[in-house]
């Protein structure tokens, strides 16, 4: 097995586990109020962006990968 | 002495405690909204720093005809590699998760939960800066030579000494709370250490899809 293959694989179970992980932070804190928590969920809601690029990544839909 | 500065104080006054009790309360409360003003303002002056550099990036990336750029000789630079930029990222953001949790932890008052998350960030923080290290180390390209190259290492290197920072804040923090410095109701320097956190993730987020996937 190349190390490619594994990097991806371990790329696809971390990005689904902490997206995840993540969406349902999110949700929970979702009716939270103050500039405080607002932003905590905008940078909570990025990173569960961030986490669906790389399974885009990871299926070479962007990247090429 | 003593005694009659307690007594001239309405120490014993029930109603005179709680009193001055909530004006300090009051007083942190008004020193905790400015504060938070000021880090939200200190990560918007990051915000800004970062998209000079990236828009710096974009304008190169289009005044030449092709990406990666053609160097000396005819030949054309590689992409960078996907695959293991997915991997660092996720244990990356994988941090930050475990970051939330550390807060929600400690604002739940279950400090032992505080500290094992808190050294879990930590522990993935370094582990991305081991891979980012790794990274460089095997690069076919370097800072000089071609506008990739430096593009590339300005804008991850300046993120990555972000996130040393970073580390070293939540090391900071912890010895911080091991020493009782924050308690259930007083803790702005882990918001402040948390919401840091979180920006330098989603800083990457924003390098991730610019170096690897564009």
Same mark, same amino acid.
């Given at each position: 097995?190349? #190390?490619?293959?594994?990097?991806? =694989?371990?790329?696809?179970?971390?990005?689904?586990?902490? =997206?995840?992980?993540?969406?349902?932070?999110?949700?929970?804190?979702?009716?939270?109020?103050?500039?405080?928590?607002?932003?905590?969920?905008?940078?909570? #809601?990025?990173?569960?962006? =961030?986490?669906?690029?790389?399974?885009? #990544?990871?299926?070479?839909?962007?990247?090429?990968? | 002495?003593?005694?009659?500065?307690?007594?001239? $104080?309405?120490?014993?006054?029930?109603? %005179?405690?709680?009193?001055?009790?909530?004006?300090?309360?009051?007083?942190?409360?008004?020193?905790?909204?400015?504060? *938070?003003?000021?880090?939200l303002l200190f990560l918007v002056s990051d915000v800004i720093l970062f998209s000079m550099f990236i828009f710096a990036y974009c304008y190169l990336r289009n005044s030449v005809p092709n990406w990666p750029p053609i160097v000396?000789?005819?030949?054309?630079?590689?992409?960078?590699?996907?695959?293991? /930029? /997915?991997?660092? $990222?996720?244990?990356?953001?994988?941090?930050?998760?475990?970051?939330?949790?550390?807060?929600? $932890? &400690?604002?739940?008052?279950?400090?032992?939960?505080?500290?094992? &998350? *808190?050294? /879990?960030?930590?522990?993935?923080?370094?582990?991305?800066?081991?891979?980012?290290?790794?990274?460089?180390?095997? *690069? %076919?390209?370097?800072? /000089?030579?071609?506008?990739?190259?430096? %593009?590339?290492?300005?804008?991850t290197g300046m993120h990555g000494f972000h996130v040393f920072v970073g580390v070293v804040f939540l090391c900071v923090l912890g010895f911080q709370t091991r020493a009782g410095v924050y308690t259930d109701s007083k803790y702005?320097?882990?918001?402040?250490?948390?919401?840091?956190?979180?920006?330098?993730?989603?800083?990457?987020?924003?390098?991730?899809?610019?170096?690897?996937? &564009?």
């Amino acid at each position: 097995m190349n #190390a490619a293959l594994i990097e991806r =694989g371990l790329a696809l179970i971390g990005a689904l586990v902490v =997206g995840v992980t993540t969406s349902v932070q999110l949700r929970n804190d979702w009716k939270t109020t103050g500039i405080e928590n607002t932003v905590t969920k905008l940078l909570l #809601a990025l990173m569960a962006f =961030g986490c669906i690029l790389v399974l885009l #990544a990871v299926f070479g839909v962007l990247g090429g990968g | 002495m003593a005694v009659s500065t307690v007594a001239a $104080s309405g120490a014993h006054d029930p109603d %005179a405690v709680r009193a001055r009790y909530e004006d300090v309360d009051q007083a942190y409360h008004e020193q905790r909204e400015n504060r *938070l003003l000021g880090f939200l303002l200190f990560l918007v002056s990051d915000v800004i720093l970062f998209s000079m550099f990236i828009f710096a990036y974009c304008y190169l990336r289009n005044s030449v005809p092709n990406w990666p750029p053609i160097v000396e000789g005819g030949k054309q630079l590689p992409r960078f590699d996907v695959n293991f /930029a /997915a991997f660092n $990222s996720v244990v990356l953001f994988g941090s930050g998760a475990t970051m939330h949790f550390a807060m929600e $932890s &400690w604002k739940h008052q279950n400090r032992t939960g505080w500290f094992r &998350w *808190l050294i /879990a960030t930590i522990v993935l923080g370094i582990g991305f800066l081991c891979g980012q290290a790794y990274e460089y180390n095997s *690069l %076919a390209i370097s800072w /000089a030579g071609s506008t990739m190259g430096a %593009a590339f290492f300005t804008l991850t290197g300046m993120h990555g000494f972000h996130v040393f920072v970073g580390v070293v804040f939540l090391c900071v923090l912890g010895f911080q709370t091991r020493a009782g410095v924050y308690t259930d109701s007083k803790y702005f320097g882990l918001t402040a250490g948390t919401l840091y956190w979180h920006f330098v993730d989603v800083i990457w987020v924003a390098l991730f899809f610019l170096f690897y996937l &564009w």
